[in-house]
Each structure stands twice: as structure tokens, then as C-alpha cells.
């Protein structure tokens, strides 16, 4: 069964840090390429930051210079180390999955991880 499981959510302060997991199970973790989407309240799903399977990295500018993503392949898990957090960030985080072969796309997601910025 596959499965991605989000942990570290929860309320900081402005300026304050966090960090998010994503533990993964079910599949070959390192053929992935990984993701953290987010969404706000009242808004659409938004695009954060991707790590490739081969450890490329790229982030939205909304958060460029503030939040890290990173995996590690013998733990299955991937991570999204986010600092200096505005009241902007507050969303429910997801964690998803995506691997495109010639024939089909695989695509999971996690049940999301609640971030709430506020003082």
C-alpha cells in the first residue's frame, strides 16, 4: 500500500521556523520526483518546491531563500525545512509523488500537515 505520511506541522510566529516531513512507504521512493504543495484558506492548491529524483531543487519564489527542501533516500523520507515564516505561509501542506514513465503516470499524495503563522 502506498503511502505519505506528513508530520511537523503547527502554529509558530512570524519569523519563526519549522520543519515538515514526508515519511514514504509503498513504493520505490528514489525513482520520485518529490513535491510540497500548499494550500491556503480559501484558495487553490500552489506549488512550493520539488526535488527531482536525481536531488535537483527548485522552489516558487514566494519562498525562494526561506524554505529547503530535501530527501533522504535510506530513510524514505522527504523534508521541507522552512524559516523565517510569514502569516502568508499559513496552509495545509501536502507532500506528493510523481513519477512519468513512457506509458503511465504515478501520482500520490499525503493527507497534509496544517501550518498556521500568526502571533
Known amino acids: 500500500e502506498v503511502q505519505l505520511v506528513e508530520s511537523g506541522g503547527g502554529l509558530v510566529q512570524p519569523g519563526g521556523s519549522l520543519t515538515l516531513s514526508c515519511a514514504a512507504s509503498?513504493?520505490?521512493?528514489?525513482?520520485?520526483?518529490m513535491s510540497w504543495r500548499r494550500q491556503a484558506p480559501g484558495k487553490g492548491l500552489e506549488w512550493v518546491s520539488t526535488?527531482?529524483?536525481?536531488?535537483?531543487?527548485t522552489y516558487a519564489d514566494s519562498v525562494k531563500g526561506r524554505f529547503t527542501i530535501s530527501r533522504d533516500s535510506a530513510k524514505n523520507t522527504m523534508y521541507l525545512q522552512m524559516n523565517s515564516l510569514k502569516p502568508e505561509d499559513t496552509a495545509v501542506y501536502y507532500c506528493?509523488?510523481?513519477?512519468?514513465?513512457?506509458?503511465?503516470?504515478?501520482?500520490?499524495w499525503g493527507q497534509g500537515t496544517q501550518v498556521t503563522v500568526s502571533s
Open positions: 506528493n509523488a510523481v513519477r512519468a514513465t513512457t506509458t503511465q503516470t504515478y501520482n500520490y
Open positions: 509503498g513504493f520505490t521512493f528514489g525513482h520520485y520526483d
Open positions: 526535488i527531482k529524483s536525481n536531488g535537483a531543487t
